[in-house]
């Protein structure tokens, strides 16, 4: 039997995202973009609520094309509203368009992964946890990141959601040392 980090349960669909996705080093910044938008709605909810709704949110959300998300206006926040594939939440869906725009600035300016890897000095920190008893909700990384991002302008980015987006974008391996995926990305290749 297989051994995995226990948040993921026996759920396939959660299953699927611990085996393939969780802790995988990501350094495509338009993905960052989305998994940091998706982290923000689930504040408040429970990760799997977000991953059934993830096709739903890439369709609204046109692919999470941020150009073309940072032109939305009034009209297409309210159109968004109405879908009942994603999470309607107004401040939520605003702070994505408002997002999508200092994206492209940062993007701009120094790249948005670049950016965002700079608070593991560009590597992912590599955790020997046991239990998920022992891996914490924040750490100084995480809130650096929170405070830089929220300097910008980002909104639904508190160090507990910026810290869940390290751990699933792979800046931190927090896969516990009894699970099957902790050793394949504890390896330096694993870090890019």
Same mark, same amino acid.
């Given at each position: ?7 993921? =349960? ?7 995202? /611990?085996?393939?996705? !969780?802790?995988?080093? +990501? ?5 960052? !973009?989305?998994? @940091? ?9 429970? !990760?799997?609520?977000? @991953? ?6 890439? +369709?609204?959300?046109?692919? *999470?094309?941020? +150009?073309? %998300? ?23 869906? +605003? #702070? ?7 994206? @492209? ?9 670049? *950016?965002?890897? &700079? *608070? %593991? ?13 022992? %891996? ?9 990141? #929170? ?5 910008? $302008?980002?909104? *639904? ?12 974008? =792979?800046?931190?391996?927090? /896969?516990?040392?009894?699970? /099957?995926?902790?050793?394949? @990305?504890?390896?330096?290749? &694993?870090? $890019?």
């Amino acid at each position: 039997m297989t051994s995995r980090c226990t948040w993921c =349960g026996t759920d396939p669909l959660y299953v699927a995202y /611990h085996d393939t996705e !969780w802790g995988v080093p +990501e350094y495509d910044g338009r993905a960052l !973009w989305e998994k @940091l938008v998706l982290d923000g709605f689930q504040a408040g909810l429970s !990760w799997i609520t977000i @991953l059934r709704k993830r096709d739903a949110f890439r +369709e609204e959300f046109e692919g *999470f094309d941020p +150009e073309r %998300v940072a032109r939305w206006d009034a009209a297409r926040i309210d159109r968004a509203l109405q879908n009942p594939g994603i999470i309607r939440h107004r401040g939520k869906i +605003e #702070s994505t368009v408002k997002g999508a725009r200092l994206y @492209l600035d940062i993007q701009a300016q120094e790249g948005f992964a670049p *950016f965002l890897w &700079a *608070f %593991v000095g560009g590597r992912p920190i590599q955790n020997h946890f046991a239990s998920m008893a022992e %891996v914490p909700t924040a750490t100084p990384e995480s809130t650096a990141m #929170s405070k830089a991002l929220k300097k910008r $302008g980002f909104t *639904f980015c508190g160090p507990v959601i910026t810290y869940a987006f390290m751990q699933a974008t =792979g800046m931190v391996n927090d /896969h516990v040392t009894t699970c /099957h995926r902790h050793a394949p @990305l504890s390896r330096p290749e &694993a870090g $890019g």
